[in-house]
């Protein structure tokens, strides 16, 4: 009787059955995966900075806008008394020591007797902490300001709000400078500008 099969066929099917047994990877081939994952991490986080940055600053930016926006629709409504004031000094946001620094973020009240500082019975209408690792400077110098019946912004002038990211500071492309007039028009710039 002959072999169905010839010897060199048997050779063939015994590799192949014993290579389809064999399953998983070694551990120098897990450890060489890992160490080329690691490399292409490292060199791409860096250029995510920047993008993360500019991000951020214009979170800011559009929260600082929509707080304008809404606080001269209160006051129109309301008929005048709306101040949006710097959120005050605190053990999460110690970057803000001076009126100009509005990084700890803001609010915006009803301000009854008209004092441009909350009082405990004062309403809070609205609040926006700041986007972290964002310096939010005020360029008039002061902790806040008020909104007419008629949505003029007092306080405010022909001056804004700088917004940069906390590494960089200023030299940043993301910088941004929020130019308000007192008729509450409204008009980013990029870099460090002047109103």
Known sequence: MQALFP???????????????????????????VGIIGILAALAGPSFTPLIERWRVRQAVENMTSTIYYARSEAIKR?????????????ECPQASTTQEWSCGWMVFVDSNDSGTRQNTELILQTFPVVSAINVMNSSDSANFKVDRWGQINGLGAQGFTFAPVGPGVSSPSTTTLCVSSGGRIDAKKGEATC
């Open 79 to 91: 008929g005048g008394n709306i101040t949006v004031l710097k959120n005050i000094l605190t053990a």
């Open 7 to 33: 010897p060199h066929a048997l050779k063939l099917s015994t590799r192949l059955r014993r290579a389809l047994t064999q399953r998983g990877f070694t551990a120098i081939e897990i450890l060489v995966v």
